[in-house]
């Protein structure tokens, strides 16, 4: 392995100090798919002048300042950072940190950058491995959600210079993890792609590709590399994945079975490209699955998602049930990956959710926001209301919502309005809500905003404040811009909104919704406002209802009411309490309303309504209706049709209710 020596690191940065303006002249490059010329560097001759330092490819103050002889003068190599020997050598007796596992360990333990650079710059020589690990590092510290922090006062760093001039001077020396590594890393820090450096690196990689015994792992990494400098459409990638399909499967290592998933996700895989690929990887993965760690486990279940692997059903519930033992262990990061695995494939399971419990309840302070949203999310889809997680969560954002975005905001809130579970902190919590909203309303997007009010209004916390804003017409105009028109699921938020106000806040007095945005009915496609009526629960309470009122037509199914709700069957009373015929067009003087409510409209495994039946049992109360609650589990346990019938009764005239006539 080749080897990078630092004996007079301190000298060679003074010496790069003491030259003065960097020249380079170099022929025009195409695509990096294409033969690449080599750059030449000229000497103090040279009359082109690049702002852009070849090396780092940034506009460096220091480039500007100082010239780096190349070339002929050896002497000024050596004292610089020089590779020596052939890939196989290793680092050199002299070297402080001999083992790289223990440099990775010490490493590993940096967070900024300056320490990075003060640590290297102590040892006095380096494998090309361990260059790379150097390059990794600075990728994990200054990346931070796909932004480069500081990133002019990296690459001015004369340590950073001095790595970047060695792997550019000695490229055809370096072992191929090396090569492969550090070109990874370089386009992740956003080097200049048409610096010499680059260049020469690409141009490397490029020749040991060609002669085909590059292994998997490193195949990989340069796929990966190539794609996120040039594009699906890089015309190496077609070669590279050639000889991935060229290798047997079944050597592969676990390991390089995620890398290739991985780089398959990236866009390679697009369109049922390798599909046949794909297939057998699925079939080999599933007797891999329990060698998988967990940074393993994220980067498969997250590519089968990209790449909507729904024929590895199979696979996905191995992998979903193996990450239960990994909770503890993903980063938040791979906590989300995972977590939207469950989503898109819609599984669910009882020990990762009790994993996920203990997790939240530990951690939920001090996960990022992104993974406690994607945790909120995952509970709301699968309608899961873990009141250890809904607890943490809301007091983490009483205490850190005041640094969340206002997606992280409204993701983190609607669930609870959603599921219909206010935590004991829920005068804080709503407390620190209005105090964010106050300040910080004109940055919600509109339909952010109207769908986070409108969750407020499921668990009876109203937003009377901010009713005048979400009813003018300038905020309407918003919502409207937002897409082709107002979907009718934004029109029924709007009209619940002011159907709330209107029911259960009768000493409101602010603006009201215009007439021509008011709905006339909460069943929407998505069925987000209002639920339909499970079937075969349906059937049976009818065929009670039958026996019990003596025929058919006491009763309506599918009522439509004035106030936009759906009634799954309505029975008219007379002033006297008689049964009413539904045909009949007199005012009835009782309305009863019954609500069949079968599982999916309660919470998982829970007795819980979710908010949005909740609240139209709360509305249709308050428009006159009687409502009689009709659940399944109750209705499930009733076997004979007498049993039904005596339930029936018992429920809907429970004050005239009778064992026997």
């Known amino acids: 392995m080749a080897s990078m020596n630092f004996r007079c690191i301190q000298a060679s940065i003074s010496r790069m100090q003491a030259c003065r303006q960097l020249l380079t002249r170099g022929t025009a490059l195409n695509h990096f798919g294409q033969q690449i010329r080599q750059f030449r560097l000229c000497l103090h001759g040279s009359s082109t002048l690049r702002t852009v330092c070849s090396v780092c490819g940034f506009q460096c103050t220091a480039c500007r300042n100082y010239h780096m002889e190349l070339g002929n003068h050896p002497g000024y190599v050596t004292g610089m950072v020089q590779l020596h020997g052939e890939a196989g050598n290793s680092v050199k007796s002299g070297s402080t940190w001999t083992d790289e596992q223990v440099f990775l360990k010490k490493l590993n333990c940096f967070c900024s950058y300056k320490d990075i650079f003060r640590f290297v710059s102590t040892l006095e020589s380096l494998s090309d491995t361990m260059v790379a690990a150097v390059l990794q590092r600075l990728c994990d510290v200054q990346l931070e959600d796909s932004m480069l922090n500081n990133p002019e006062e990296v690459m001015e760093d004369e340590v950073f210079r001095s790595l970047c001039f060695q792997l550019e001077q000695e490229s055809p020396s370096l072992s191929e993890s090396g090569l492969v590594n550090s070109l990874n890393a370089l386009i992740k820090l956003r080097v200049d792609p048409w610096s010499t450096l680059m260049v020469r690196l690409v141009s490397e990689s490029q020749e040991r590709l060609d002669k085909g015994q590059m292994t998997i792992r490193n195949l990989c990494v340069l796929g990966e590399s190539l794609f996120n400098l040039e594009g699906p459409s890089c015309a190496i990638l077609e070669q590279i994945m050639d000889q991935v399909q060229s290798t047997n499967l079944e050597d592969w290592k676990a390991d390089e079975m995620a890398m290739v998933y991985k780089m398959l996700q990236l866009g390679v895989g697009e369109r049922g490209k390798y599909q046949a690929l794909l297939n057998k990887m699925s079939n080999l993965t599933v007797t891999r699955v329990p060698q998988f760690s967990p940074e393993m486990t994220s980067t498969v279940l997250n590519a089968v998602v990209v790449l909507d692997q729904t024929q590895a059903i199979p696979l996905v519930i191995k992998l979903c049930k193996h990450s239960v033992r990994h909770i503890p262990y993903f980063t938040d990061n791979e906590l989300e990956k995972v977590l939207e695995a469950f989503i898109h494939f819609g599984h669910n399971d009882q020990f990762f959710t009790e994993a996920l419990e203990r997790h939240v309840a530990k951690y939920a302070f001090t996960m990022h926001p992104c993974a406690v949203s994607k945790v909120m999310q995952f509970c709301s889809r699968k309608r899961i209301l873990s009141k250890s997680i809904f607890n943490a969560v809301a007091e983490s954002f009483i205490y850190n919502a005041d640094n969340f975005t206002t997606a992280q905001i409204a993701e983190q809130i609607i669930p609870f309005g959603k599921l219909n579970y206010l935590p004991p902190c829920a005068p804080s919590l709503f407390q620190k809500l209005e105090r964010i909203l106050s300040t910080r309303s004109a940055q919600f997007q509109p339909h952010v905003f109207l769908s986070l009010l409108h969750a407020c209004t499921l668990v009876e916390r109203y937003p009377l404040n901010f009713l005048a804003k979400v009813f003018s017409p300038y905020f309407l105009q918003q919502l409207q811009a937002e897409g082709p028109g107002l979907k009718k699921s934004v029109l029924s938020q709007l009209t619940q909104l002011f159907l ?77 309490g008689f049964v009413l015929p539904a045909n009949r067009h007199e005012e009835a003087y009782q309305r009863i309303a019954l609500c069949i409510d079968d599982q999916r409209r309660f919470c998982t495994n829970s007795h819980n309504l979710l908010g949005k039946e909740a609240i139209k049992q709360r509305h249709l109360q308050l428009a006159g209706y009687e409502v009689v609650q009709i659940p399944f589990f109750e209705f499930e346990s009733l076997k004979t049709r007498s049993d039904i019938v005596e339930y029936l009764h018992k429920k809907i005239f429970s004050n005239s209710y009778r064992l026997s006539w």
């Open 500 to 576: 709330t106000v209107t029911l259960e806040c009768p000493s409101y007095e602010g603006p009201q919704l215009l007439p021509k945005y008011i709905v006339k009915s909460f069943l929407t496609p998505d069925r987000s406002m209002e639920s339909l009526v499970d079937s075969h629960l349906y059937s049976r309470v009818k065929a009670g209802l039958t026996d019990l009122l003596g025929a058919r037509i006491y009763f309506a199914s599918h009522v439509l009411t004035p106030y936009c709700y759906t009634l799954d069957i309505e029975i008219k009373l007379n002033d006297e």
